[in-house]
């Protein structure tokens, strides 16, 4: 069993494969690997994908590695292999980023990555920090996973979802956020889940057992 997690220049990636490698090691998930290699992705049984930054920035720099979004996008829409998008790498499963420019993403979910605009003007943006999830569906990747459960947070834009269904978990954040969306055999968390302590690592664990 072969984990990838994507690396495309979009930010360090050490915390993460630190995580995944713990709870791989707890639940059997196998090995996990660092690659922007696309016969990596091409023969890996999960695949995670990062960002940090600009939607803009992080899309430009996943299409500059010859082969690499086409690799994961056979390995996850044809063939159905599990896949985790991780902040910007969830934002780029959406139809359109509006962040600087209109960006086209995947069109994996349909929806639109948005600047976040808090109804309290004392909230300020980026959204940072700690913030309590609310599971609004439910999904094998959040087993053991409960409204109120802490995650953290460091973002301006967010993913509004065309379909009520595919927002699995969303916070308050003078207004609805979303927090993790899913589809399929595709999730993503808007949140770092490396960084959420024990949310985050169960999360992964669950990801990392999950048979779409």
């Known amino acids: 069993m072969l984990t990838v997690l994507v690396d ?15 709870m791989a090691q707890e639940v059997g998930g196998g090995e996990i690997l660092i ?7 091409a023969r890996a049984d999960r695949i995670v994908l990062p960002g940090d930054g600009a939607f803009p920035a992080c899309r430009r720099a996943l299409g500059e590695y010859g082969g690499l979004f ?22 780029m499963m959406a139809t359109w980023g509006r962040e600087y420019q209109d960006t086209p993403g995947f069109d994996w979910i349909g929806g639109e990555v948005t ?3 808090p109804t309290d003007p004392h909230l300020k943006v980026p ?3 700690w913030n309590d999830l609310v599971i609004d569906n439910a999904h094998p990747v959040l087993e053991g996973i409960s409204t109120g459960d802490h995650a953290y947070f460091v973002h301006s834009y967010a993913f509004r979802v065309d379909k009520p269904s595919e927002r699995l978990a969303h ?3 003078g207004g609805d956020v979303t927090a993790i969306i899913g589809a399929g055999n595709m999730v993503g968390t808007q ?6 302590q024990a949310t985050g690592l169960r999360i992964i664990g669950n990801f990392l057992r999950w048979t779409p």
Not at 191 to 196: A, D, I, Q, R, V
């Open 171 to 173: 916070v308050d954040y």
């Open 8 to 22: 495309y220049d979009s930010g360090n990636l050490h915390s993460a494969e630190k995580a995944f490698a713990r």
């Open 115 to 117: 600047r976040i605009t």
């Open 70 to 91: 086409e690799a994961i996008a056979e390995a996850v829409r044809m063939k159905g292999r599990p896949f985790m998008g991780i902040c910007v790498g969830m934002q």
């Open 35 to 41: 690659s922007s290699r696309p016969e990596d992705v």
């Open 191 to 196: 949140f770092h889940p490396e960084k959420s």
């Open 127 to 129: 959204h940072m920090g």
